[in-house]
């Protein structure tokens, strides 16, 4: 199948590309489109001649001038779902989001409104399309990786409250990356909320991070909810700062699921955050995205 990946630089899109390339699929070359830019179909429609299926695994995490979270999450991909319908390009797999759904962040409102986008061309037959939604990624090459890191290596930690307690069930992104090559064969259709077997507060997480460095138990206080949101006010005015009021509110709900979602797309159990390579105190060999 010739696939055209969206987002093939980036942390998940560099696993999607090996996972298609294993699976025998062959990867459309295109010049790089500005999801923030293209925001017409006509935009995208040159770049579909000869394309089977479209992935898209571009996302930001808050919004910024050089990349505005709402075309980029938003009105780009739409426009590029109605490409793909006019172009005939039968299968699209959209990687979204867990925990969207409820959520008022501009984060997820975007997200959001690209997959009910895709999905209602799908109902109408225009195309197949899977949307993946998956809960914290995690594997080489994360973003986050360096706070994480720097978190566990604190032996004194003072974590916002809501974050501490906030629940997850992380995947690997090697997971995640065959999901998204099951998501292009098969009938399956719709949404896929993807999540690891286990759930883990982010305390609880960053412990087991710590465990994994081979350091002894942290100790660890919470800063109270207002304090917590203050801060994250602060980090609003650091265009460069993944601390901010869209990532507070996005760790403090739960990002949870029923794991049997993806095992089934893998027909296999998903790798356990407890099989993770252990990391040594100088380069990781898992890390946390």
């Known amino acids: 199948m010739n696939v055209w990946l969206l987002g093939a630089s980036g942390f998940v899109g560099r696993h999607v590309v090996q996972a298609l390339l294993s699976a025998g699929h062959t990867l ?14 006509a935009d995208w429609l040159p770049y579909l001649s000869g394309v089977d299926a479209v992935v898209n695994t571009v996302g930001v995490l808050r919004d910024s001038r050089r990349r505005p979270i709402w075309p980029t999450h938003a ?23 867990l925990g969207i759904e409820g959520s008022s962040t501009a984060y997820a409102r975007s997200k959001r ?37 720097a978190l566990a290596r604190l032996p004194w930690l003072l974590l916002p409250a809501p974050v501490a307690r906030g629940l ?4 690997h992104v090697d997971d995640l990356a065959a999901a998204v090559v099951a998501g292009l064969g098969g009938d399956r259709r719709g949404i896929v909320e993807l999540a690891g077997p286990e759930v883990f507060t982010l305390q609880a997480l960053i412990a087991h991070w710590r465990a994994a460095l081979g350091h002894a138990p942290a100790r660890v206080a919470l800063l109270p909810e207002a304090p917590s949101r203050w801060s994250a006010r602060l980090g609003d005015a650091v265009p460069l700062s993944p601390w901010c009021s869209e990532s507070l ?11 049997s979602g993806l095992q089934a797309l893998l027909g296999r159990a998903p790798v356990s955050v407890r099989c993770w390579p252990r990391v040594d105190s100088t380069a990781a060999r898992a890390e946390v995205a």
């Open 28 to 41: 459309v070359n295109r010049p790089r489109v500005d999801m923030a830019r293209a925001t017409g179909p």
């Open 113 to 149: 409104a690209a997959d009910e986008h895709l999905l209602a061309l799908a109902d109408r037959g225009a195309l197949d399309a899977v949307v993946l939604r998956p809960s914290i990624v995690v594997g080489e090459g994360g973003a986050s990786t360096g706070l994480f890191r």
């Open 75 to 97: 009105s780009g991909p739409q426009a590029l779902f109605d490409a793909c319908a006019q172009a005939g390009v039968r299968r699209v797999v959209q990687v979204s989001a």
């Open 168 to 171: 997850a069930q992380p995947l």
């Open 249 to 259: 509110a996005l760790l403090a709900q739960p990002n949870t699921a029923d794991a």
